[in-house]
């Protein structure tokens, strides 16, 4: 079955520092969207991608997707403490329906 | 409502009970996913349905997980004699529609003792 990859597992930066995280699908994604959880919190969408090499702006947050819409990542620029959470991607393959698959997910800290 | 409901919040139970876990989703929302989540982990997909079609139920991890959806609007999941692996935030979310993200409830937290 789909399987979706995110790399780094945790990461900790200094505030102000960058951050990107890395998402990977064993198959061809339809659409991919992200999601932000914080500590003791639930999901809560960010944004959805759906074409191919497509790029989006959200503040200091910017998603792209791959050319081959198999890849995709998130980068943080000048990292807040609020930024802290933990990042999921989750991507939809071309079936007739969107079920998503949900990445491993990475693990945001940010040190004052 | 304005946003998924899910009851309860909090949920103890003994090992080998039965639990049933409620799910409000958004009204018109067409897709209701259940996920589980266990502390500091990833997201477990245990059950999914889109409209009328036949659920799909290949993520439930055994036969004492079920999970209906009445009426295309609230959703209960049902865990039969339960076990302390079961022990889990259970997390319910809805979407409006085939392209959408979507909304998470505040997840029922089950402890199995």
């Known amino acids: 079955g789909q399987q979706v990859m995110q790399i780094p597992q945790y990461q900790h930066v200094q505030e102000g520092e960058d951050f990107t995280t890395y998402c990977n699908s064993s198959t061809t994604l339809s659409n991919i969207q992200w999601y932000k959880q914080r500590p003791g919190g639930h999901p809560v969408f960010l944004i959805q991608l759906v074409k191919s090499g497509e790029v989006k702006k959200q503040k200091r947050l910017t998603f792209q997707f791959g050319e081959a819409k198999k890849n995709s990542s998130l980068h943080i620029t000048a990292t807040q403490t609020t930024d802290v959470g933990t990042y999921f991607c989750a991507g939809s393959n071309s079936g007739g329906y969107q079920k998503v698959t949900f990445g491993t997910g990475t693990k945001l800290q940010v040190i004052p | 409502g304005a946003g998924v409901s899910q009851s309860p919040s909090n949920k103890v139970t003994e090992k080998g009970k039965d639990v049933e876990l409620r799910c409000d989703p958004i009204?018109?929302?067409?897709?209701l996913y259940w996920y589980r989540q266990s502390l500091g982990q990833g997201l477990e997909f245990l059950i999914y349905f889109q409209g009328n079609s036949a659920p799909d139920k290949s993520g439930l991890p055994s036969d004492r997980f079920s999970a209906e959806r009445t009426g295309g609007s609230v959703s209960t999941l049902t865990i039969q004699r339960t076990q302390q692996e079961d022990s889990a935030v259970y997390l319910c979310?809805?979407?409006?529609?085939?392209?959408?993200?979507?909304?998470f409830g505040s997840g029922t937290r089950l402890t199995v003792v």
């Open positions: 009204s018109g929302h067409t897709a």
């Open positions: 979310a809805s979407s409006p529609r085939l392209l959408g993200g979507y909304t």
